[in-house]
């Protein structure tokens, strides 16, 4: 397994990781593997498939200008976004890699192909940059969910391979692992990890992680009003927050607890579709059900030692994002919404496991629970945008993954369907799906509602 902790968790912005995090990405790539760039006249970006549907609704648009522009998701402070591109827009021009001033205007500098896809992945983008001579030179991307993006033609991993202790490419193999070595799953992925990075470094990363995911939830809990894109679509968390911390002891009940869980994700996931700075976990879409589920753990659980808990849970996480990518995808584009809420229920099912304490055998079976009730989920986001229903499943995935680590805990681990199989199942599942339940906001709830609304005007 190629793949590390950090390339499951990424820093960046809403709203999502496939539309907004890899488009970004992608174009500030191809300009730097293009570089010197003193001689260009013209840089013309295309947006194909999902990327073209959905890309309004999911800030393509803007990702990819930024990109250009030289910005990164990790580090572009989402409050000036905005007037970045209006400024670029007024002006009629681009300033490559914040440098080489080149014309830009809609529809001749920036086209969605909204009838048309690429052959290798439904997020397709092509980048043609060309040079005071004539010159001209083209390269397609794509971009695979979760912020990873490939250039036409490479190989699936990204990553340049490495030699780890505990190479696994399922989960039987991990478990093996596990029964030779004596080690837990975090602990394996720790030695996995310090192939790359010091045990500082990483749990500094870690801890940065963290830290970005608490502000996330902090500022989604404190930030009220609508969200933008249309909808008309109003931020709860932050009233509902205000409701839960301001009643009386006499008016709780027993489920409070989930209530809260639920508002966490949501709160993230507000964050999200407001542009707002995310991480990752392991896709934008999902990005509210791990950092929902490490604050019941750190705050609820009560444990003894929560700093090591907390590191445990993201490492256990990351190695069940890596078979999900890896065996499957974890891309809504690809294979619908069980990629992204049912990946990121069975993450945090799992490292809610491991933090508490649980065996191999338990983390693999909290796992298989959290992805097998999600089996099918479509990605129909209402009007492109990540608000409807998106908001809401992260809420209810929260709450499903402490469900899936509870019936896991209490078990012995063995149980009838692994996680290699359900992945494997999401995987066809996927295949079978139509296109049109696949975050194209073509089928589903997207047209349901929609064509509900406007025949109701």
């Known amino acids: 397994m190629d793949m590390s902790v950090f390339d499951l968790f ?120 060309t040079r005071k001579d004539g010159s001209s030179v083209a390269k397609v991307y794509y971009s695979v969910g979760g912020g990873f993006i490939r250039e036409e033609g490479e190989e699936a991993a990204s ?44 749990n500094a990363g870690l801890d940065k992680i963290w830290k970005v995911m608490r502000d996330c939830i902090a500022h989604g809990l404190d930030t009220p009003g609508q969200l933008p894109g249309g909808l008309n679509v109003k931020r709860r968390a932050a009233g509902l927050w205000k409701q839960a911390s301001t009643s009386s002891p006499a008016d709780s009940l027993p489920h409070d607890a989930m209530h809260l869980v639920s508002l966490y994700a949501m709160a993230v996931n507000e964050e999200n579709a407001a542009g707002g700075r995310v991480v990752t976990a392991p896709t934008n879409g999902a990005a509210g059900i791990i950092p929902a589920v490490l604050r019941y753990y750190a705050e609820d659980c009560k444990p003894s030692d929560p700093v090591t808990g907390v590191r445990d849970f993201m490492l256990t996480a990351a190695a069940i994002g890596m078979l999900c990518k890896r065996n499957a995808s974890i891309s809504g584009a690809e294979i619908g919404c069980q990629g992204e809420v049912g990946v990121a229920c069975a993450m945090a099912a799992a490292g809610l496991v491991a933090a508490l304490g649980g065996s191999n055998g338990q983390i693999e079976n909290a796992a298989e629970i959290g992805i097998e009730h999600h089996l099918g989920m479509t990605c129909d986001p209402i009007g492109g945008l990540v608000q409807i229903p998106c908001i809401e499943r992260n809420g209810m995935g929260a709450v499903k993954a402490i469900t899936a680590a509870s019936l896991a805990l209490k078990g012995d681990g063995t149980h009838f369907v692994s996680l290699d199989e359900v992945i494997e199942t999401m995987r066809q599942t996927g295949a079978d799906m139509q296109a049109k339940y696949k975050e194209t906001s073509l089928g589903g709830l997207a047209i349901h509602v929609i064509t509900v609304n406007h025949a109701a005007c």
């Open 10 to 129: 990424k820093i960046g912005i809403g709203p999502s990781s496939s539309h907004t995090v890899g488009p970004m990405v992608a174009a500030r790539r191809f300009l730097l593997d293009n570089a010197p760039l003193e001689d260009v006249t013209e840089v013309k970006a295309e947006l194909y498939g999902s990327l073209a549907l959905t890309g309004i609704g999911h800030a393509t648009d803007k990702a990819v200008l930024l990109g250009l522009m030289g910005e990164t998701p990790q580090d572009v402070v989402p409050t000036r976004v905005d007037a970045q591109l209006a400024e670029a827009e007024a002006a009629g021009q681009l300033a490559l890699l914040g440098k080489q001033v080149v014309p830009f205007k809609r529809g001749t500098h920036l086209v969605f192909h909204m009838a048309e896809s690429l052959p290798e992945h439904p997020n397709g983008m092509r980048f043609t940059l």
């Open 159 to 202: 990553v340049a391979s490495v030699v780890v202790p505990y190479p696994f490419g399922t989960m039987d193999e991990l478990l093996a692992h596990g029964v030779r070595s004596g080690l837990t799953i975090p602990q394996m992925l720790r030695a996995n990890e310090r192939v790359r990075v010091s045990d500082d470094e990483l």
